[in-house]
């Protein structure tokens, strides 16, 4: 009787965290999965999250959906750049260079952390202009956390992308398996990230999880990666009603809004083992062009003015996906998205509108576009 009710409880938790996140309420849960937090007072023990890299485009976003189902205090953000006023409001904020393992190692102790959520790397534009530092990061640091992650026995989630494929791969569309081959360094760093990953989980037993994803588009801006276009073109066109772009108008690549990219990992992160078939699987929401971007947004800035003038994101672009296939993440765990296009730019107009222009100058969006 104790047990049913722990149970459902438990089950009632799971239902409402996904009711935040229209994420589909699967009756093929095992009931195990669902009481896996309750401790023996039989009250809900939520589990200790660090955050790597936790300022940059995803990371502040993800700890505030964390924080909002697992509390403020069990959600520990960390990075190795100074903190605004802003990300230290709701909740810890630690150093934490992820190139430091013992570093790391205090801060799991210290913090008894469960789970672990790597978002620090160099992007595709910025990790081409330092090959060195970004084989660093995204390869030493990757090795760092996943070790630690097996010593502690953490689950880890390591985000992927659309640039773990290359020229060989097929583009529209992108399968979750097949042929990959890279001609980034982030690329590469991201393919040995799910490899290494696979393999400790083959190998260890450890539970990682990777979602490879699309070009993000959010209010925040973005790390220095090729589809971070789609989200310059809403700070500049609502401050100054111009834009030029780096990739040429027809340039198609998948994208998805940061609201169903934390929706999935949110997801992702608490679906039972037994559902997941795989360890690494793609997730996406759309795919359009600049120029249909662009169509799109003037419907609210009609005086937008946009121009073109390709750079070596082009080439990198030109090797990745087109239509990138989810259907796998969609079969075995109930992946939707909830944003298409029309509804993405309707967003993002209201976002940019109310949250990015009053804080910001003209002067510091110029300094990443
Ligand atoms: N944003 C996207 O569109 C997108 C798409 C696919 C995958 N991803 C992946 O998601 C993750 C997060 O992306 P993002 O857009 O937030 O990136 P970002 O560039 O905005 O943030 C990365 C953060 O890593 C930190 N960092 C750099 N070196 C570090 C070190 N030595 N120790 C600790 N932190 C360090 C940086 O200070 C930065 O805040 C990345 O792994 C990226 O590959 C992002």
């Known amino acids: 009787m104790l047990c049913k009710s722990i149970t459902r409880f438990s089950y009632c938790f799971t239902k409402n965290i996904c009711k935040s996140f229209h994420i589909s309420d699967n009756p093929s849960y095992s009931k195990n999965e669902r009481t896996k937090y309750v401790n023996t007072n039989n009250a809900i023990k939520s589990p200790k999250i660090l955050i790597t890299g936790g300022l940059g485009q995803l990371g502040t976003e993800c700890a505030k959906v964390l924080r909002r189902n697992y509390g403020n205090e069990n959600v520990i953000l960390s990075d190795i750049i100074k903190p605004t006023e802003e990300s230290l409001e709701n909740g ?21 952390i469960d789970w672990l959520i790597h978002f620090s790397a160099l992007l595709s534009a910025v990790g081409e202009q330092n090959v060195p530092l970004a084989v660093r990061v995204n390869i030493e640091g990757m090795h760092n956390v996943i070790e630690l992650a097996k010593q502690y026995k953490l689950r ?3 985000p992927s992308t659309i640039g773990a494929f290359g020229p060989d791969s097929p583009r529209n569309p992108t399968p979750n398996i097949t042929v990959q081959r890279p001609r980034t360094i982030y690329g590469v760093s991201k393919v040995h990230a799910e490899l290494l990953g696979e ?16 070009g993000v588009i959010s209010c925040d801006p ?5 589809t ?5 073109v809403f700070h500049e066109g609502l401050l100054n009603k111009r834009y030029e772009c780096y990739l040429e108008p027809h340039t198609r690549l998948p994208m998805m809004y940061i609201e169903d990219c934390l929706s999935a990992l949110f997801q992702f992160l608490n679906t039972p083992n037994e ?7 793609n997730v996406t929401a759309m795919s359009f062009t600049p120029e249909e971007l662009f169509n799109e947004i003037l419907k609210y800035i009609p005086d937008l003015k946009i121009t073109y003038k390709p750079d070596k994101r082009q080439y990198i672009a ?7 296939d989810d259907s796998e993440a969609r079969h075995d765990w109930g992946w939707q998205h909830k944003y298409d296009l029309e509804r993405l730019v309707k967003s993002m107009v209201k976002d940019v509108s109310n949250n990015f222009l009053p804080k910001h100058r003209l002067k510091e969006v110029n300094s990443y576009v």
Do not use: S
């Not at 030109?318 to 990138?324: A, H, I, K, L, M």
């Open 199 to 214: 393999y400790y989980h083959h190998r260890f037993g450890l539970d990682f999880r990777c979602l490879r994803f699309p």
């Open 228 to 232: 971070d276009y789609a989200v310059a």
């Open 222 to 226: 973005p790390g220095g990666g090729t």
């Open 92 to 112: 810890p904020f630690i150093f934490a260079d992820i190139l430091d393992f013992k570093g790391l190692q205090k801060i799991v102790v210290d913090y008894r």
């Open 156 to 158: 880890i989630f390591i």
């Open 318 to 324: 030109e090797n990745w996906p087109q239509v990138f």
């Open 275 to 281: 559902l997941l078939r795989r360890r690494v699987y």
